[in-house]
């Protein structure tokens, strides 16, 4: 009963999460949160208290998965950083519990983890609504998510055309010399998104980076920035032509800027489109509300925690 709690850096996590490991995971465990009857899965949304002198905010994501016994937490910092800064955004820490006992597992560095499941369950969002042939892929904003962004995406599918374009420049320009497939860079977001098939939003604006009337319809937007009530990184017009989909309706509802002040209503959980109880339209606009989830730290963390004991 009194086990060690065990301490797993960043690159320990990295070495053992895998997407083809995670994707289904995150699939079980979202479909299983969207099943209105089930107690299966428990998960508050995240709470936050403002780091006033700083920029920053300090976030809780706790959740309990009973069909696999697990019991985890993220505690998240969160900052708005100047575009100079050579700061990261994001520092996150997972702790996963002993759910009997109630003693930490293993504390573990979440940068990794964060990064990984973040992107595939934009990845999971692409595969179900984006438009059958989607041969353009555009990504705004160039920062850590774009890097496990672009890895995945372009693991996962085949397009013939990858373009980037970030608030500077030099910063799309940095990107795109350091993956390994050809990207186009551009300087303007209106000419980037002209006629892409599949647009991921990975900014840290706090204002629209994306306009309805720049986006070509039956087009997939995967939003992942803008996690605050008062933030957008999308215009109305974008968010009430399109037909959303979310990862938690009840974080859109109190986290999400571009739902709560666009007036937009929710069509489906991204769960209900995987349980098969609402459907992905895959020839209209659509967009995916992305704000991260407690559950997806959970499942990944008690991934990376088996891999790990057994190769020990
Ligand atoms: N939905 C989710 O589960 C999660 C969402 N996030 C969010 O994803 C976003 C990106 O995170 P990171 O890549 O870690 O941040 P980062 O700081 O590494 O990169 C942000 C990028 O956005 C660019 N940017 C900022 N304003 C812009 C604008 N107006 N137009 C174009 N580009 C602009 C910056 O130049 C930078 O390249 C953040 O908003 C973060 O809060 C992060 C983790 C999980
Ligand atoms: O789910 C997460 O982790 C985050 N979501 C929004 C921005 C900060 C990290």
């Not at 800064?85 to 003693?103: D, H, Q």
């Not at 992107?119 to 892929?137: C, E, F, H, R």
């Not at 306009?211 to 039956?218: A, D, L, Q, T």
């Not at 215009?235 to 709560?260: C, F, K, M, P, T």
Request: with cysteine.
């Amino acid at each position: 009963m009194a086990e060690q709690t065990v301490f797993l850096s960043d690159d320990v996590v990295a070495r053992f999460l895998r997407y083809d490991d995670l994707i289904p995971r995150l699939e079980e465990v979202m479909g299983k949160f969207s099943q209105s009857d089930s107690s299966d899965v428990v998960q508050p949304v995240r709470s936050a208290i403002p780091i006033h002198n700083h920029n920053g905010f300090l976030g809780m994501m706790p959740a309990y998965i009973a069909y696999d016994d697990t019991l985890c937490m993220k505690v998240l910092a969160y900052y708005s950083r100047k575009e100079n800064s050579s700061l990261p955004s994001l520092k996150a820490t997972v702790l996963l519990f002993n759910p009997e006992y109630g003693t930490i597992t293993a504390i573990m560095d979440g940068t990794d983890i964060t990064l990984k499941r973040t992107a595939a369950v934009s990845a999971i969002s692409a595969k179900l609504l984006m438009p059958a042939q989607s041969d353009v892929l555009c990504i705004i904003g160039c920062g850590d998510q774009a890097v496990s962004h672009y890895e995945i995406f372009t693991q996962l599918f085949s397009f013939k055309e990858v373009r980037v374009c970030s608030r500077r420049l030099e910063t799309a320009e940095r990107f795109a010399a350091g993956v390994p497939g050809p990207v186009k860079v551009f300087s303007s977001a209106k000419e980037a998104v002209h006629g892409a098939d599949i647009i991921i939003t990975l900014t840290t604006s706090s204002e629209p980076v994306l306009f309805g009337e720049w986006v070509k319809p039956g087009a997939h937007v995967a939003a992942v920035g803008a996690c605050r009530p008062d933030w957008r990184e999308l215009d109305d017009v974008l968010i009430r032509d399109a037909v959303i989909y979310v990862d938690s309706r009840d974080g859109a509802a109190l986290e999400s800027g571009d739902i709560i002040l666009s007036g937009a209503e929710v069509f489906a959980e991204l769960g209900e489109v995987l349980n098969g109880t609402r459907p992905a339209f895959r020839n209209k606009t659509t967009v995916f509300k992305s704000l991260g989830m407690g559950i997806q730290d959970a499942v990944s963390a008690k991934l990376v925690f088996d891999k790990w004991k057994s190769s020990q």
